[in-house]
């Protein structure tokens, strides 16, 4: 679950960047550098899409973009100033980790080493100076505030640093520098931060997840090293911290209070990925068994939904009704098959395939 941020100072985000305005409703053909999808990410209204695009097969570094939709799919094209041809300066869609839509006229995104605000029209721009690799980072439910994780490798000790949205200013570093603390999940209210520890050595033994204030005050530990305790997950409502647990040579998908005390095991073994709350806070999306299924919290009741490929990426709809799912087929050099999914059960309807 780990996803996969140097501090360049450079007011261009590419090397070439294209300033290409966002086609209207009209646009006769889709953009080269949208005809494929690797991350998928919905408005605040759930009537756009937007994803990080590429064009398969174009010379040695192919074309690439963050790129917008209708809720359908339909009339892709490129963000302003996102197009890359050439090798990119500050790596913007070069590696493509996390994608956030987190008000109407902002996107997070996340590539490899740094976290970018990409305004819808404007140009994208590093989150503020920090210097570092931010491989994993979190969204509060207001867009103010991400929590990113250290990054995860042997030796690599450091931090969870929280930044202050659009101003990048440092809210406060938790954790220390002793060991490496990973996969932060901020709070919805932006005020605590969960995330996972291990020793900075090359045993990577674990060593449970903590939780902290914003500011790097009252650590404490939520869960112990039974089964290491991975990829923490804040419950949209605030009250529960969802996490994978190891257990022999599978996982379980369990919850437990933010406070502490016994945990729930809602899926014993076999989970593969956890892809997010609801945003209603009553469902956990996740992989097993190489299919996408949603868990009840409250009931236990599990509804399996799609068969997943490689490298699948989910959003939930805004009303928790539905998700967008991208998953690359079994088609060489195909990386396009996006799905609407509802999440009750019920017919999914492809809404791109290559």
């Given at each position: 679950?780990?996803?996969?941020?140097?501090?360049l100072?450079?007011?261009a985000?590419?090397?070439?960047?294209?300033a290409?305005?966002v086609?209207?409703?009209?646009?006769a053909?889709?953009?080269?550098?949208?005809?494929?999808?690797?991350?998928?990410?919905?408005?605040?209204d759930?009537?756009r899409?937007a994803f990080?695009?590429?064009r398969?097969?174009?010379?040695?570094?192919?074309?690439?973009?963050?790129c917008?939709?209708g809720a359908?799919?339909?009339?892709?094209?490129?963000?302003p100033?996102?197009?890359?041809?050439?090798?990119c300066?500050?790596?913007?869609?070069?590696?493509?980790?996390q994608?956030?839509?987190?008000?109407p006229k902002l996107?997070?995104y996340?590539?490899?080493?740094?976290i970018?605000l990409v305004?819808?029209?404007g140009?994208?721009q590093?989150l503020?100076?920090?210097?570092?690799?931010?491989e994993?980072?979190?969204?509060d439910?207001?867009g103010?505030?991400?929590?990113?994780?250290?990054?995860?490798?042997p030796?690599c000790?450091?931090p969870?640093t929280v930044?202050?949205?659009?101003?990048?200013?440092?809210?406060?570093?938790?954790?220390?520098?002793?060991f490496?603390?990973?996969?932060?999940?901020?709070?919805?209210?932006g005020?605590?931060v969960v995330?996972?520890?291990d020793?900075?050595?090359?045993?990577?033994?674990p060593?449970?997840l903590?939780?902290?204030?914003?500011?790097g005050?009252?650590?404490?530990?939520l869960v112990k090293?039974?089964?290491?305790?991975?990829?923490?997950?804040?419950?949209?409502?605030?009250?529960?911290?969802?996490?994978?647990?190891?257990?022999?040579?599978?996982?379980?998908l369990?919850?437990?209070?933010?406070?502490?005390?016994r945990?729930l095991?809602?899926?014993?073994?076999?989970?593969?990925?956890?892809?997010?709350?609801?945003?209603d806070a009553?469902?956990?999306?996740?992989?097993a068994?190489?299919r996408?299924?949603?868990?009840?919290?409250?009931?236990?009741?599990v509804r399996?939904?799609?068969?997943?490929?490689?490298?699948?990426?989910?959003?939930?709809s805004?009303?928790?009704?539905?998700?967008?799912?991208n998953?690359?087929?079994?088609a060489?050099?195909?990386?396009?098959?996006?799905?609407?999914v509802?999440a009750?059960?019920?017919?999914?309807?492809?809404?791109?395939?290559?």
């Amino acid at each position: 679950m780990r996803s996969a941020l140097l501090a360049l100072a450079s007011a261009a985000v590419c090397a070439s960047c294209g300033a290409a305005a966002v086609h209207g409703a009209g646009a006769a053909q889709d953009s080269p550098a949208c005809s494929s999808i690797s991350l998928v990410a919905l408005s605040p209204d759930g009537k756009r899409i937007a994803f990080s695009g590429r064009r398969l097969g174009h010379g040695p570094v192919p074309l690439r973009a963050i790129c917008v939709a209708g809720a359908n799919g339909r009339n892709p094209a490129p963000l302003p100033h996102t197009v890359c041809s050439r090798q990119c300066r500050l790596d913007l869609i070069e590696s493509p980790t996390q994608l956030y839509w987190v008000a109407p006229k902002l996107l997070l995104y996340g590539d490899d080493f740094r976290i970018f605000l990409v305004p819808v029209g404007g140009k994208p721009q590093p989150l503020g100076s920090e210097p570092g690799s931010f491989e994993q980072f979190s969204v509060d439910a207001a867009g103010d505030r991400v929590a990113a994780g250290n990054s995860n490798c042997p030796h690599c000790a450091g931090p969870v640093t929280v930044l202050d949205v659009p101003s990048g200013k440092v809210v406060g570093r938790l954790g220390g520098s002793k060991f490496d603390d990973i996969e932060a999940s901020i709070s919805p209210d932006g005020s605590q931060v969960v995330f996972q520890r291990d020793y900075a050595d090359d045993s990577g033994r674990p060593l449970g997840l903590w939780t902290a204030d914003a500011d790097g005050s009252h650590l404490r530990r939520l869960v112990k090293t039974n089964g290491g305790g991975t990829g923490p997950l804040w419950s949209p409502a605030g009250d529960l911290v969802a996490y994978q647990e190891a257990v022999g040579t599978s996982s379980a998908l369990r919850v437990i209070p933010v406070g502490g005390g016994r945990s729930l095991t809602l899926i014993r073994h076999g989970v593969e990925a956890v892809f997010g709350w609801s945003p209603d806070a009553q469902s956990i999306a996740f992989e097993a068994q190489g299919r996408l299924a949603v868990v009840n919290v409250a009931n236990g009741k599990v509804r399996s939904l799609l068969r997943l490929h490689f490298a699948p990426s989910v959003a939930w709809s805004p009303d928790s009704s539905w998700l967008l799912v991208n998953t690359w087929p079994r088609a060489k050099g195909c990386r396009t098959s996006l799905w609407r999914v509802p999440a009750g059960g019920g017919q999914s309807r492809l809404l791109r395939h290559c």
